[in-house]
């Protein structure tokens, strides 16, 4: 293949995404919108959040707040590659556009890792990890397959118990750093 049919190859790639926007947006809203399914996955976006800011430990908050971001931006990356390589879904969405979810992952995961980081601080950060990564894997995604909000289609949930995991401890370690002191 030459550069320029490479490129013409990526101009008919991208074509096709936007006829996937296109076929996701019409379904939200002539399928989904205001159904039970797609309150919940607001409800999911929002709650969390405000559970945070109302429970969130004030004077360690930037910190805490600063390593959820770095899960998220994890989360995201590893989901678009997920996604795009059909190894799961998320047939019921808030915001009609075809690779997007915030429900879970930039919304429950983050915040029940910053809150996991601030109860009992000197706890194990294995134990922690192991714990976020079976609610995560093995109770969140089920639940969240039951009620159509993720679909499983050539994954084992034992990945995303190790990349939540992983994902958790790095977060975890992140908040330690020392370098959370003030710019001069």
Do not use: C
């Not at 709650?47 to 995201?76: N, Q």
């Not at 909000?149 to 992140?174: A, G, N, Q, R, V």
């Amino acid at each position: 293949m030459t550069y320029q049919e490479g490129l013409k190859q990526i101009d008919q790639a991208s074509q096709k995404i936007v006829e996937a926007n296109q076929l996701t947006m019409e379904a939200v809203n002539h399928a989904f919108l205001f159904t039970w399914q797609w309150w919940i996955a607001l409800a999911m976006i929002i709650i969390p959040w405000v559970i945070w800011f109302v429970f969130r430990d004030r004077k360690s908050s930037a910190r805490i707040f600063a390593a959820g971001l770095l899960l998220m931006v994890l989360s995201e990356v590893l989901d678009i590659v997920g996604v795009g390589l059909g190894k799961w879904a998320y047939p019921v969405k808030v915001i009609p556009i075809a690779t997007v979810s915030f429900s879970f992952r930039l919304s429950m995961l983050p915040v029940f890792a910053m809150l996991l980081m601030q109860i009992k601080p000197k706890l194990n950060p294995f134990i922690k990890a192991i714990i976020f990564g079976v609610f995560g894997a093995y109770i969140g995604l089920p639940l969240l397959g039951v009620i159509d909000l993720y679909k499983k289609i050539d994954w084992s949930l034992h990945y995303s118990f190790i990349l939540l995991t992983i994902m958790y401890l790095l977060s975890h370690w992140f908040s330690r750093r020392k370098s959370f002191h003030a710019i001069e």
